[in-house]
């Protein structure tokens, strides 16, 4: 088993130097950083094989997740688990609540947040072009380290969507279409004629559709490299869990 620890995970700079890679058999692939720091413009949580084992599309690019806590006199605190690299700065920095990453045998990431501690686990379907994500809360204790907060919450998680060739990078365009199909557990977004259709799985208890172009992400890797390395990639939907 491959393991990394606070120290490790916390340092971004050493983090982002760390990469993982799960595939399905088709030629299609989940990869990013002990962080979930996307440094390349190959990386991403879902890179299908559209026709096996090439075409590769990089649909699912990153999910931004933020623990939202309830105060004990009604507001909120909104802890946001994500590192992005953009440019001159990263934002959020969520890597400062990762307490380990492991391979065992997939990635999964450890945070603990006011006590709190959540196992996010990434892994692929073997012969689909289907990744798994899930979170599970390890340890709530009754009372959390921060007296003033109650133990009610929930998760934000954020798709941010990229739908383009693993060679290139996209940016905000009007060409993209924004219609979200809801349904019971299960949002579809198709943004481009012509490319396959991402169905997003859920058990989430509200979806907010507000959809909207993150700007700027910046691909050290691919900076090193001479290559074009900044993208928006796209938010269609966010899922409260």
């Known amino acids: 088993m491959i393991h990394f620890d606070r120290d490790v995970c916390g340092d971004f700079a050493a983090a982002t130097q760390r990469e993982w890679l799960e595939t399905n058999g088709l ?12 440094t390349r413009r190959y990386h991403g949580l879902l890179v299908a094989a559209t026709q096996p084992p090439v075409g590769r599309i990089v649909l699912l690019s990153i999910l931004e997740e933020t623990l939202v806590l309830l105060d004990g006199d009604g507001t909120t605190q909104r802890y946001e688990l994500s590192a992005n690299q953009y ?3 990263v934002h959020p920095h969520g890597h400062r609540y990762l307490t380990g990453f492991r391979l065992d045998p997939f990635p999964i990431f450890t945070y603990e947040v006011e006590g709190i501690i959540i196992e996010k686990s990434v892994f692929m379907v073997h ?6 994500v899930q979170y599970t809360v390890r340890d709530k204790p009754e009372f959390s380290e921060n007296p003033s907060l ?14 383009r060739d693993f060679h290139a990078t996209t940016h905000a365009n009007e060409a993209l279409n924004a219609n979200v199909d809801v349904q019971t557990h299960r949002a579809t977004v198709q ?5 396959p259709a991402l169905h997003i799985g859920h058990d989430a208890d509200t979806i907010d559709t507000t959809s909207f172009w993150y700007r700027n992400f910046e691909y050290v890797v691919e900076r090193e490299r001479g290559l074009d390395f900044r993208e928006d990639l796209f938010r269609p939907i966010c899922t409260h869990i």
């Open 127 to 132: 012969g689909e072009n289907t990744v798994c």
């Open 191 to 195: 943004p481009y004629t012509g490319l």
């Open 87 to 89: 440019p001159d700065v």
């Open 150 to 163: 109650s133990s009610t919450g929930l998760l934000e998680v954020r798709p941010l969507i990229a739908f």
């Open 27 to 38: 030629g299609g692939f989940a990869a990013s950083t002990i962080v979930g720091t996307n």
